[in-house]
C-alpha cells in the first residue's frame, strides 16, 4: 500500500536551516507530481511547495519562495525539503504527499 514517511523536523532557532526527507513506497513514485504542505497549530493546511514529474518544474507559495528548495530523488523515491532562513511563522507540521494521500507529518517548531 502507498505509504509516505516524512522525517528530519525538530525544533530549531529562527534564521537556522532544516531539511525534510519524505521516504515514498507502494506507488510509481516517479510518476506523481509530489507536494509539501503544512499546518500550523490551530489552522488550516497550507500548500507549500510542488515539484512536477518528468520536467521536474518546481513552484512555491509565496511565504517560503527564496527560502525553501525542494527537490526528489526518483532512484531513491525520496522528496526533500530545504528550508532556510526559517521564521517562527514557518511553525508546524510539514506533510508529503500527491493528491489528497499525505503522510503522517513531522513537527517543525522554530523558536525565537
Known amino acids: 500500500q502507498v505509504q509516505l514517511v516524512e522525517s528530519g523536523g525538530g525544533l530549531v532557532q529562527a534564521g537556522n536551516s532544516l531539511r525534510l526527507s519524505c521516504a515514498a513506497s507502494?506507488?510509481?513514485?516517479?510518476?506523481?507530481?509530489m507536494s509539501w504542505v503544512r499546518q500550523a497549530p490551530g489552522k488550516g493546511f497550507e500548500w507549500v511547495s510542488s515539484?512536477?514529474?518528468?520536467?521536474?518544474?518546481?513552484s512555491y507559495a509565496d511565504s517560503v519562495k527564496g527560502r525553501f528548495t525542494i527537490s526528489r530523488d526518483n532512484a531513491k523515491n525520496t522528496l526533500y525539503l530545504q528550508m532556510n532562513s526559517l521564521k517562527l511563522e514557518d511553525t508546524g507540521v510539514y506533510f508529503c504527499g500527491f493528491g489528497n494521500t499525505r503522510g503522517q507529518g513531522t513537527q517543525v517548531t522554530v523558536s525565537s
Open positions: 515539484i512536477n514529474n518528468g520536467d521536474g518544474i518546481t
Open positions: 507502494g506507488f510509481s513514485f516517479s510518476t506523481y507530481t
